[in-house]
């Protein structure tokens, strides 16, 4: 007789999947809107951004599930600006869009933190393959492996790891870490929290002092001993996960 397999456990966050958050950043009106439409029209959220300085600010704002940029901008180019977010610990998959199609551009692109790279004028086609591919690529993980400085998640044990001292973290706490891990560098705010961890879209009580108090304590236990803390309080927006406070 056949048995029944039991019902897998609840999984911990999922990155937005069926709805990728994008920022796409073109200076040139047709190319952006087009893409933006496109992208919309498979059901993905869209921002847009005409310039590099924008992309930073909408960067700030929320966090990304992928970038698409291109490198000609005004101001601080598409190389420019994932230049200064990698600096600050955001590893969301970006595209580099560009009309330089020599080699020696391209490696420039990928050295510069893009994870890759699509020569004007494509295909709308190609450029939604391309998406998908790095958005099926999991963020500074090897298998189920999340990584932060000396800190390491595994996702399937649900285990937390500091500097090789094992964390005994709650089933919450394990959920709110994955979800910082995964958009390390980036500025989560309370309501993502809310949305994402606790799984609640709507409610008479904000649920933000329940999230400082578990932030609170995961931040003990991860900080605990004098290590640099990893959990950052960001002023008026909520948490960000890194080495740098920055
Ligand atoms: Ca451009």
Redesign the pocket.
């Known amino acids: 007789m056949k048995s029944v397999e039991p019902a897998p456990p609840a999984a911990g966050p999922v990155m937005s999947a069926a709805h990728p958050h994008v920022l796409v950043v073109?200076?040139?009106p047709k190319t952006r809107e087009s893409v933006a439409e496109g992208l919309r029209l498979e059901d993905w959220r869209v921002t847009t951004a005409v310039s590099g300085d924008e992309a930073v600010q909408a960067i700030e704002r929320a966090p990304f599930d992928l970038l698409i940029l291109?490198w000609?901008?005004p101001g601080m180019d598409g190389l420019a600006l994932l230049r200064h977010i990698r600096a600050r610990g955001n590893h969301t998959p970006a595209l580099l869009l560009t009309a330089r199609g020599a080699v020696d551009d391209r490696v420039a692109g990928l050295e510069g933190g893009a994870d890759d790279y699509l020569p004007k004028p494509f295909a709308f086609a190609e450029l939604l393959a391309r998406c998908r591919a790095l958005l099926r690529r999991p963020v500074l993980s090897s298998g189920a492996a999340l990584s932060c400085g000396d800190l390491q998640l595994d996702t399937r044990t649900r285990t937390a790891q500091r500097a090789g001292q094992s964390i005994p973290l709650t089933p919450r706490e394990v959920d709110i870490l994955e979800y910082l891990m995964r958009y390390q560098g980036q500025n989560v705010t309370r309501e993502m929290l809310e949305r994402e961890v606790w799984k609640q879209t709507r409610r008479f009580t904000a649920l933000d002092n329940v999230i400082d108090v578990q932030m609170m304590r995961l931040r003990r236990k991860l900080d605990d001993g004098g290590a640099e803390p990893l959990i950052h309080t960001v002023r008026g927006i909520g948490y960000r996960l890194g080495p740098d406070p920055a």
Do not use: F, G, I
């Open positions: 073109e200076d040139e291109d000609m901008l």
